[in-house]
């Protein structure tokens, strides 16, 4: 069964830092990544999208490492409104749901992140 | 403003009584999906539907149900057959559905369901 594995933290943090957590799947089929945000008692939103070479949005940097099967989430410079729990989501691009058992999509239990001032 | 909307936000039920959860969208969007979160836990799928008129099983389907008669809604029943259904409900939808399952998926605000 495919399984995303995250660090469930928390991880506290002082503000202005930077803090980086890996997410590790066990499928090697996996094809498509994403980092989500979750606040307390909301729903997850999309923070970014993971490509093969490594992407950049502002503060945030995410990587793939295939060859090791986990992907990275870097913040610089934490602020305190980057406190939230991070969802690793992998997909399988291709692959079927299939009735009692959706291998499609997994989503991490994420990782508590508290930035303190 | 597009998006996805799902009412009500907290329900409570007695036990023993079905519950239908609201997912509206209008993002013309051909997927939509039901997930429950529970405390600590990781979303887990429960079904999901690629078009109008098909939907399929996820992960934790039994003890529910769904219908899918129009392409911007997507509600969920929680039959008394479920045996652990306090939880927080999860709606969201795609531009597509499996197999091409890139493209990232939009939330609804979800629905606090509470058995008493």
């Known amino acids: 069964r495919k399984e995303v594995e995250q660090d469930p933290g928390p991880f506290n943090v002082p503000e202005g830092a930077t803090v980086a957590f890996n997410c590790t799947y066990s499928?090697?089929?996996?094809?498509?990544f994403f980092w989500y945000r979750q606040d307390c008692r909301k729903e997850p939103k999309l923070l970014m999208s993971?490509?093969?070479s490594g992407n950049e949005d502002g503060r945030f940097t995410a990587q793939l490492n295939r060859a090791s099967q986990y992907i990275s989430l870097l913040i610089r410079d934490s602020k305190l409104s980057d406190s939230a729990t991070y969802l690793c989501?992998?997909?399988?691009?291709?692959?079927?749901?299939?009735?009692?058992?959706?291998?499609?999509?997994?989503f991490g239990k994420g990782t508590h992140l508290i930035i303190q001032p | 403003d597009g998006g996805i909307t799902q009412s009500p936000k907290y329900l409570f039920r007695k036990e023993g009584q079905n519950v239908t959860l609201s997912c509206e969208q209008n993002?013309?969007?051909?997927?939509m999906y039901w997930y429950r979160q529970d405390p600590g836990q990781g979303l887990r799928l429960i079904y999901y539907?690629?078009?109008?008129?098909?939907?399929q099983k996820g992960d934790i389907a039994e003890g529910y149900s769904v219908s899918r008669e129009k392409k911007e809604s997507f509600p969920l029943t929680v039959t008394s057959a479920q045996k652990n259904p306090t939880a927080f409900y999860l709606c969201?939808?795609?531009?597509?559905?499996?197999?091409?399952?890139?493209?990232?998926?939009?939330f609804g605000p979800g629905t606090r369901l509470t058995v008493l």
């Open positions: 993002l013309n969007h051909d997927a």
């Open positions: 499928n090697s089929a996996s094809q498509s």
């Open positions: 969201a939808s795609s531009i597509s559905g499996p197999p091409r399952v890139y493209n990232e998926q939009f």
């Open positions: 993971v490509y093969s």
């Open positions: 539907s690629q078009i109008v008129n098909d939907f």
């Open positions: 989501v992998v997909n399988i691009e291709g692959g079927a749901y299939s009735g009692g058992g959706a291998d499609g999509l997994t």
